[in-house]
């Protein structure tokens, strides 16, 4: 309490508490947490300095957030709908939107020249490390509350969202079934980049290449590469 109320009204980093009060109504008590999720890994090498720990954390506690909302808004649906629904929330693009819709990328700092393909995800990124954030300075209830109330609530429109078809990869397979033509998803290149690991798959169609995806992790390159057949195809 007495933290926060130095940082609210004595400390010299008033903007960025009234800034983080604004978006998730808690004021915060450990200062330095919520300076870290502006210090993106391009400006602030070390892993104790720079938000990608808080994002780790942030995807977990985010995640089992949703969950629990879906699960008790929705009780008689089955455990395949939940998941389903989950992973439309917390994708990587509605992430962005969030980021961008709360102003984050307003305060984060970081080399725009060397961001590279990263440069797209900064803002879901950033808002999973706020998620971080909050959660080891007020604890998981008042993260639930600010998911919840704040994001779930008043910025998603879920029934939208469980309308919209975002795997790819399974409207791909449905296309080539009824095509009666083989899919393949074939990992072309496993390395990493900006210190992540980072995937390219390659994605053959009746033995033909027809896309190239890329992605920090294998799921995520497969769909990128669907996603790309099926422009290439004119499915969309």
């Known amino acids: 309490m007495i933290f926060r109320f130095y940082n609210r009204f004595l400390s010299g980093n008033q903007d960025l508490v009234s800034f983080i009060k604004g978006i998730t109504g808690v004021v915060p008590s450990k200062i330095i947490l919520y300076q870290q999720v502006f210090r993106h890994r391009s400006k602030f090498h070390e892993p104790e300095k720079n938000n990608e720990r808080l ?14 909302y879906l699960y008790k808004k929705y009780p008689y649906r089955d ?3 939940i998941t389903s629904l989950r992973s439309k929330v917390v994708n990587r693009k509605q992430l962005n939107e969030i980021g961008e819709k709360l102003g984050l990328l307003k305060k984060l700092e970081y080399h725009k020249r060397s961001i590279g393909e990263a440069g797209k995800d900064l803002a879901g990124n950033t808002f999973e490390a706020l998620v971080g954030a909050v959660y080891l300075d007020a604890g998981f209830d008042k993260t639930r509350q600010f998911i919840q109330k704040r994001i779930l609530t008043n910025m998603l429109d879920l029934e939208g969202i469980d309308a919209t078809e975002t795997d790819y990869k399974s409207k791909l397979y449905h296309y080539s079934q009824r095509e009666n033509k083989p899919l393949d998803f074939r990992v072309h290149e496993q390395g990493t980049r900006n210190r992540r690991s ?3 798959i390659h994605l053959y169609i009746d033995g033909e290449q027809v896309a190239i995806g890329e992605g ?5 390159a497969e769909q990128s590469a669907a996603l790309n057949a099926m422009n290439s195809l004119g499915l969309n």
Not at 55 to 68: K, N
Not at 216 to 220: F, I, P, Q
Request: with cysteine; proline share 0%; charged share 30%.
């Open 198 to 200: 980072y995937f390219v």
């Open 216 to 220: 920090y992790n294998k799921k995520a």
């Open 79 to 81: 455990e395949g709908f």
């Open 55 to 68: 994002e780790l954390l942030g995807d977990s506690i985010l995640d089992a957030i949703v969950c629990e």
